[in-house]
T-cell receptor
Framework: DAGVIQSPRHEVTEMGQEVTLRCKPI?????LFWYRQTMMRGLELLIY????????DSGMPEDRFSAKMPNASFSTLKIQPSEPRDSAVYFC???????????FGNGTRLTVT | GQQLNQSPQSMFIQEGEDVSMNCTSS?????WLWYKQDPGEGPVLLIA???AGELTSNGRLTAQFGITRKDSFLNISASIPSDVGIYFC??????????WGAGTKLIIKP
């Protein structure tokens, strides 16, 4: 099992640019989560998908953030336009179902200058 | 809202020592999870607890789900250098939402 796969591992971009983060969940898992981790705020849930449908996006900071899950094996998190305060590590996690433990990817470290 | 208090915030230990950390909450949880995060990686699940009073081991790690369902502890016996990292607890109620502790950073004294 390859685990949750995220790309890219690192992203450095300039303020105002569009950023797209990618995630491949574990095969057979029906729940997918996007988290953001910072020193100040710890792990924050951004959005939760179940069976490819967004269930809870209340954690998405603002309209600049959007997420999609076009099929069971792929999800994207997009920030447009990016701002320096978006700098953080973004994690994707998947679970067998909504009540099962989460399995995390290795994250994308985003730096917006 | 729900909050978890995880302590200690950090620990400096000698190799070979036992380690103990815990999480408490004012809310009841149905599941307690313990994760470890190494630098540059995502959190990795160590132990999952599903029943009040449950005591579960994973190698040198032992975790317990408190009988009141409001707390959990994690013990590491005979620590080794690769135990260094940040340990997180997380509590789950009835849905997908996890409430995370702030983490315990484990550091081995040279």
């Amino acid at each position: 099992d390859a685990g949750v796969i995220q790309s890219p591992r690192h992203e450095v971009t300039e303020m105002g640019q569009e950023v797209t983060l990618r995630c491949k969940p574990i095969s057979g898992h029906n729940s997918l989560f996007w988290y953001r981790q910072t020193m100040m705020r710890g792990l924050e849930l951004l959005i939760y998908f179940n069976n490819n449908v967004p269930i809870d996006d209340s954690g998405m900071p603002e309209d600049r953030f959007s997420a999609k899950m076009p099929n069971a094996s792929f999800s994207t998190l997009k920030i447009q336009p990016s701002e320096p305060r978006d700098s953080a590590v973004y994690f994707c996690a998947s679970s067998l179902n909504s009540n099962s433990p989460l399995h995390f990817g290795n994250g994308t470290r985003l730096t917006v200058t | 809202g729900q909050q978890l208090n995880q302590s200690p915030q950090s620990m400096f230990i000698q190799e070979g020592e036992d380690v103990s950390m815990n999480c408490t909450s004012s809310s009841i949880f149905n599941t307690w999870l313990w994760y470890k995060q190494d630098p540059g990686e995502g959190p990795v699940l160590l132990i999952a607890l599903y029943k009040a009073g449950e005591l579960t081991s994973n190698g040198r790690l032992t975790a317990q789900f408190g009988i009141t369902r409001k707390d959990s502890f994690l013990n590491i016996s005979a620590s080794i250098p690769s135990d260094v990292g940040i340990y997180f607890c997380a509590g789950q109620s009835s849905n997908y939402q996890l409430i995370w502790g702030a983490g315990t950073k484990l550091i081995i004294k040279p």
